[in-house]
C-alpha cells in the first residue's frame, strides 16, 4: 500500500489539459510567472480547500490575479454574452 501524501504538493489527480496525472505542486506552479494553473480551483475543490490553501501561500496580490482570470462556467459566460448582445440592441434602437 502507497504511503499517505506528505503534503498538498504531493496529491495527485489527472490533467484534463494533459490527459494524464500531476501532482498538486505541478499546478501550483504551471501558470504565468510560476503561479498556479488558472484551472487550479476547477481542478482541486473537490479534494481539499484549495482557495484557502492558496490564500495561505499567495502573496494578495498573486492570489486575486489567478482568481480573477479563472476561467468561468460556460452558464455565466452564456449569460453575460446574452446580457451584452440585449445592451448592444437596446443602444442601436
Ligand atoms: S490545475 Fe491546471 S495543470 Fe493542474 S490538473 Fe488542472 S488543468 Fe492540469
Known amino acids: 500500500m502507497a504511503a499517505p501524501p506528505r503534503s498538498k504538493d504531493e496529491l495527485v489527480r489527472r490533467c484534463p489539459r494533459l490527459g494524464s496525472p500531476v501532482p498538486f ?4 506552479k504551471s501558470g504565468d510567472r510560476g503561479l498556479p494553473c488558472l ?3 476547477d481542478c482541486w475543490w473537490e479534494v481539499f480547500d484549495v482557495v484557502a490553501h492558496l490564500r495561505g501561500i499567495l502573496v494578495p496580490e498573486d492570489f486575486g490575479a489567478v ?3 479563472r476561467p468561468k462556467p460556460k452558464m455565466t459566460s452564456l449569460l453575460e454574452i446574452i446580457e451584452q ?9
Open 25 to 28: 505542486g505541478y499546478c501550483r
Open 67 to 69: 482568481y480573477e482570470k
Open 85 to 93: 448582445a440585449k445592451k448592444r440592441t437596446q443602444k442601436d434602437e
Open 39 to 41: 484551472m487550479v480551483f
